[in-house]
Nanobody, 119 residues
Framework: QVQLVESGGGLVRPGGSLRLSCTAS????????MGWFRQAPGKEREFVAS????????YYADSVKGRFTISRDNAKNAVFLQMDSLKPEDTAVYYC????????????WGRGTQVTVSV
């Protein structure tokens, strides 16, 4: 049974930083991309960032480019999201996902971690 567990969310002031982590288990993830989506209250879930298995290719939503950095550790089946210069509009539940080859719609999902950016 595949499980993805996120951690690292919390409350942060505008301009601050957070680092999200996600660890996957339950199968071999060779050739799987890993990524993050988010969902704000009253809005649809949206893509944030993804990274290929080799970590050579990354994708970012325009809204987070230059502020967020995705990375991974294949030995630990883990993916990370470093979030800097956070804005109130980044407030959302952040979900980790994995998908074979490239993250598009997500194949397996975590339960999410809340990120709140507020004074």
């Amino acid at each position: 049974q595949v499980q993805l567990v996120e951690s690292g969310g919390g409350l942060v002031r505008p301009g601050g930083s957070l680092r999200l982590s996600c660890t996957a288990s339950g199968r071999t993830f060779t050739s799987y991309s890993m990524g993050w989506f988010r969902q704000a209250p009253g809005k649809e879930r949206e893509f944030v960032a993804s990274i290929s298995y080799s970590a050579k290719t990354t994708y970012y939503a325009d809204s987070v480019k230059g502020r967020f950095t995705i990375s991974r550790d294949n030995a630990k089946n883990a993916v990370f999201l470093q979030m800097d210069s956070l804005k109130p509009e980044d407030t959302a539940v952040y979900y980790c996902t994995v998908e074979k080859f490239r993250v598009r719609t997500g194949e397996y999902w975590g339960r999410g971690t809340q990120v709140t950016v507020s004074v």
